[in-house]
């Protein structure tokens, strides 16, 4: 048994590979992240917050963290790590150095993005990302010894999101393509349904034995495939809720308050309203573009069959 066992919240996925559970299940502002055991220890992303990657640390010493996007729940303790080895995606802009220019990238309008940064630095914790130490590309290998990682880009959730293929255990870590009930997340400027979509079409043809997601346990490829499945048709599940709402002719500000993806249970109902507001949005421009409704004066319909 791996010293790691004795801890309550790290559990073996393969002889290499460590989930290392965050609190409350995973949920947001928590994700899991992985360990793996080769040559270094690294960590997959901080969400599991500063106590659990200490505890990690006194128990075995983590030398390295990924970042497999820089969404706040990935992000979270990194610093618990700051004088350790930090590898961030490519395509990861340098406002992951600034939280107010950060709050701008995932926010629109100045007042709202404001209040993203004071929600993620002041209830959240978060502290700035550094300069990283390397940063790596679609399809690059990261040799970790008994650890091979392949870096696999799969954007639309944000531009830098990031799933590994460790290739020697067939182990495919698909970070926030999650599976989770609520289904694909797009509530960010940048994201976009389609790519989103695509990336996940990609992963799922992949050679894998098992997943690993940030939000939920990992899964044998049975599981995972009709994972895949069901994460797809949630997609067009979505779609169709918005386009529920256009059979009254309802304008945004009432689809917002109608709430199709958080139904009003989110605690912090202005983040809600802004992050549905983007949800929405893109898939309003997703029905227009297919010619499934029209937009007169603001009020979207349904177009006759
Ligand atoms: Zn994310």
């Known amino acids: 048994m791996n010293r790691l066992e004795t801890l309550p919240f790290v559990h073996p996925v393969t002889p290499h590979i460590y989930l290392a559970c965050g609190p409350g299940k995973g949920r947001f502002p928590n994700c899991h992240g992985y360990l793996l055991l080769g040559d270094r220890t690294i960590l997959i992303d ?20 990924i970042i497999s996007h820089s969404h706040p729940d990935h992000i979270l303790a990194w610093h618990g790590l700051r004088d350790r080895q930090l590898w961030l995606p490519a395509e990861t802009p340098e406002t992951v150095e600034d939280l107010i220019l ?10 709202n993005a404001r209040y993203w940064t004071d929600v993620v630095r002041d209830r959240l914790g978060i502290q ?13 290998r990261l040799d970790f010894g008994a650890i091979q990682l392949r870096a696999i880009h799969a954007p639309g959730h944000l531009d830098d999101h990031y799933c590994f293929l460790e290739t020697t255990s067939k182990t ?125 004066q603001g009020r979207f319909f349904i177009l006759d069959e």
């Open 102 to 111: 950060l709050g701008r990238r995932f926010v629109e309008g100045e007042a």
């Open 172 to 296: 495919l870590f698909t970070t926030d393509v999650d599976f989770t009930g609520f289904g694909p997340w797009y509530g960010n400027p940048e994201s976009d349904i389609r790519r989103f979509r695509e990336s996940v079409m990609m992963l799922r043809s992949l050679a894998y034995d098992r997943v690993g997601t940030s939000h939920k346990r990992p899964m044998d490829r049975n599981a995972a495939d009709r994972a895949f499945a069901r994460y797809l048709e949630a997609f067009e599940r979505q779609k169709m809720a918005v386009r529920a709402l256009c059979a009254t002719g309802m304008d945004l500000e009432a689809m917002i308050q109608a709430s199709p993806f958080y139904h009003n249970r989110m605690a912090d109902i202005k983040m809600q309203r802004i992050f549905e507001s983007q949800m929405i949005r893109k898939n309003l421009e997703l029905l227009l573009d297919e010619g499934g409704i029209v937009e007169k």
């Open 46 to 65: 901080s969400g599991i917050g500063t106590d659990r990657i200490r505890q990690i640390d006194q128990t075995m010493r983590i030398d390295g963290l």
């Open 128 to 140: 700035p990302l550094r300069q990283p130490n390397h940063r790596f590309d679609d399809g690059e």
